[in-house]
């Protein structure tokens, strides 16, 4: 078996599909996470490939990119779609996230800039709210079609856990209420109760993000 490291923030994150991609599948992997602010960070960034983290390293061959490193995971693991057509809409669906995350990344970046409650707000409003409306249409559509509760096909891809993921950092901010978006409460606990993820989730370290 390959010998896997992913190295990444001691966050959730852009890493944790992938760290669940691991439990998923029972793969042992090396969890390398980094401390913010004391100084490591900034003397390995000129050594990765993109100069920022999530980077996977399998058996020495490193893969940059959050999603690429999913994908590739996900694809070794058989969590990537069934077939070509179930493959294109998991990655239309990571595709949309990432979408939805540039746009939620500004309030991220104005909150840790000190902006004004004024900034904050304009940003809430103008930004981040209509694009969570158009999020969610998007997967209460995807969910309403496919009836297996999952989003691709009938069984779990890495789309769910990138979804899943991304609703609990919205409910950590504020921006999820699950009496309002049943079927994505729905699928958020479908991906949560995996057996599978059972012990890392009891166990592992939370973050707002
Ligand atoms: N599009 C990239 C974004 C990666 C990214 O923004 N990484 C941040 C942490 S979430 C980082 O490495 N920040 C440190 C830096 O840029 O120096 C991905 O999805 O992997």
Known sequence: MPSYKLT??????????????FHLAGVPF??????????????????????QMPVLNVDGFEIPQS?????????????AGKTPEEQ???DAIVDQFKDFFGQFRQLIIAQRAGKSADEIEKII??????????????????????KSGFLVGDG??????????????LKNFGFFDAAKEPK????????????????YLASRKESQI
């Not at 999603?67 to 969590?79: H, Q």
Request: glycine share 4%; no cysteine.
């Open 8 to 21: 990444y923030f001691d966050v959730r994150g852009l890493a944790e599909p992938s760290r669940l991609l």
């Open 156 to 169: 779990i891809t890495f789309a769910d856990l990138v979804i899943a993921e991304n609703l609990l950092s």
């Open 30 to 51: 090396e969890d390398n996470r980094i401390v913010f602010g004391d100084g490591t960070w900034e003397k390995m960034k000129d050594s990765t490939p993109f100069g």
């Open 67 to 79: 999603m690429a490193i999913a994908r590739f995971l996900a694809k070794k693991f058989g969590f």
């Open 184 to 199: 994505l409460a729905a699928l958020k606990e479908k991906v949560f109760n995996q057996p599978s993820l059972k012990e």
């Open 125 to 146: 409003s103008e930004v981040v709210n209509p694009a969570r409306e158009t999020y969610f249409k998007a997967l209460n559509k995807i969910l309403e079609k496919n």
């Open 88 to 90: 294109a809409w998991v």
